[in-house]
């Protein structure tokens, strides 16, 4: 339980360090361009691939690093790439912090391996039910004024078709990224 805790303070110590900020941003660029390319399949469910990003930042560095940038890439797409002329709704950027937070926990010194599949397992389901199932589906409810759980079952079916998915695409990138990293935090 000690290790839990300490990975807070921890992970924070991350925004302190420049090259650390720098690898940060440009994560948080990529989730941005990422999020532009979304796959509508209906009203209220799209497929992105941002998240793939922001679990690169919670692997490399943490759970306060990636809830901070859950929230700060949600404004700024909003902002950006906001192509139905809605307003800002303040849910959707809790859940994004909430997916950058999981995600961190989850994936926080992660080593490349066997012990880095159960993670990204784990960490997809939390972020499903949590984020993508409760979360989401009752901030496009309320947004929406339609029906919790009319929703809830669309959402539950493009869920799990997309969760393999999910898995094998982290699955593959993760490691890249782990290694690239690494490559270039060493000293000259």
Request: include cysteine.
């Amino acid at each position: 339980m000690k290790n839990f805790f300490s990975m807070f303070p921890e992970s924070a110590k991350n925004l302190k360090d420049v090259k650390a900020l720098t690898t940060m941003s440009m994560l948080m660029a990529l989730q941005i361009i990422l999020g532009i390319f979304t796959i509508p399949i209906g009203p209220t469910i799209k497929i992105t691939f941002g998240y793939l990003a922001i679990s690169c930042l919670g692997m490399l560095f943490g759970p306060v690093p990636a809830f901070l940038a859950g929230g700060i890439v949600d404004i700024i797409s909003y902002f950006l790439t906001d192509k139905t002329g809605g307003q800002f709704h303040p849910g959707f950027t809790l859940v994004q912090m909430t997916g950058g937070l999981i995600y961190g926990i989850c994936l926080y010194k992660a080593q490349t391996g066997k012990s880095l599949v159960p993670r990204i397992v784990i960490c997809r389901v939390l972020i499903v039910i949590i984020c993508n199932l409760l979360m989401n589906t009752y901030f496009i409810s309320v947004l929406y004024g339609k029906g919790f759980l009319a929703l809830f079952s669309t959402r539950v079916a493009k869920n799990l078709i997309q969760f393999p998915v999910d898995v094998v695409l982290m699955c593959a990138i993760l490691p890249i990224a782990y290694t690239a990293y690494n490559k270039i935090r060493k000293p000259a």
